[in-house]
């Protein structure tokens, strides 16, 4: 399992990039602009593709595997932990930004760290199998958010993508 972690997730480094560049082309400037505006946290963030790309912004990454936080380490802290317990005080990011992580993360710990009107960028890998139990997934960990946009992009493997923004208070529905 380990291997897997370094090494093979880390030959799909320039996938993962694709993905957020075409993921970054689906929507408004404005809109990407406020995601990597602030601090960022990235839940499973690898070796830290999100934080190379976005140089200018604080991105703080957590991820599981310590040899992957140790490899090609960039400016911006890692650190090791899960999406399921994550190591900050509430209302500590301005957007929460997982590429591919979320459905090992059970909970929804990220809403405590996130500030009101905090952004989500979350996706995830689908087949033509698993489409509606994953976006089904995906949706659920945001049901407390204002969806603002949804879409799929298609990469090296099929993405589901959402976009929210925490309210001020809690939805009614």
């Not at 972690?5 to 990407?32: A, C, H, M, P």
């Not at 909970?107 to 960028?121: Q, S, T």
């Not at 960990?141 to 309210?167: G, N, T």
């Amino acid at each position: 399992m380990q291997y897997f972690f370094t090494d093979v997730y880390g030959s799909w480094q320039k996938t993962q990039q694709e993905k957020l560049r075409k993921i970054k082309n689906r929507l408004d400037k404005e809109t990407f602009g406020k995601i990597f505006d602030g601090t960022v946290l990235d839940i499973g963030c690898g070796n830290g593709y999100l934080e190379k790309e976005y140089k200018r912004t604080k991105i703080i990454g957590v991820d599981t595997n310590l040899r992957m936080l140790r490899k090609n380490v960039v400016v911006f802290p890692r650190v090791l932990g899960t999406g399921e317990s994550l190591p900050f005080r509430k209302w500590s990011f301005d957007s929460v930004v997982s590429i591919d992580t979320m459905h090992l993360v059970r909970n929804k710990d990220f809403l405590r760290v996130l500030k009101p009107k905090g952004f989500v960028l979350f996706s995830m890998f689908f087949n033509d199998e698993n489409y509606e139990e994953r976006r089904k997934m995906v949706l659920g960990k945001l049901e407390q958010l204002k969806i603002l946009k949804e879409f799929e992009i298609d990469a090296r493997e099929k993405e589901f993508v959402v976009v929210a923004i925490k309210p001020t208070s809690r939805l009614k529905r």
